[in-house]
């Protein structure tokens, strides 16, 4: 593996790892309203065609790194979106 390659993991680690206090503050508080419902709706529809980019160009750096971000940045477009349908439910009541 030359010096680009591990640039490139080096960057995919960082950028991915990024997500992760998001989402465990998420799951601690079950507070997602800070969290824009319009961002993360465009960005994880950005990081799905970045795989798909990846795996066009068997990139590996750019798999796995896509593949991670999409699955952690999911997870905090899915509480935003039930968190939402809860709150219309109230709304509702």
């Known amino acids: 593996?030359?010096?680009?390659a591990y640039l490139g993991y080096i960057a995919a680690f960082c950028t991915t790892y990024s997500f992760v206090?998001?989402?465990?503050?998420i799951l601690k508080t079950k507070?997602?309203?800070?969290?824009?419902?319009?961002?993360?709706?465009?960005?994880?529809?950005?990081v799905f065609f970045w795989l798909i980019?990846?795996?066009t160009l068997d990139e590996a750096?750019?798999?796995?790194?896509?593949?991670?971000?999409?699955?952690?940045?999911?997870?905090i477009l899915i509480l935003k979106v039930r968190?939402?349908?809860?709150?219309?439910?109230?709304d509702n009541v």
């Open 1 to 4: 593996m030359d010096d680009l």
């Open 21 to 25: 206090p998001q989402v465990l503050h």
């Open 31 to 46: 507070d997602t309203r800070s969290i824009s419902l319009g961002m993360y709706s465009i960005f994880v529809t950005g």
């Open 53 to 55: 980019y990846g795996i």
């Open 61 to 75: 750096p750019i798999i796995i790194a896509n593949l991670i971000t999409l699955i952690l940045s999911s997870m």
């Open 83 to 90: 968190d939402i349908m809860r709150a219309r439910q109230v």
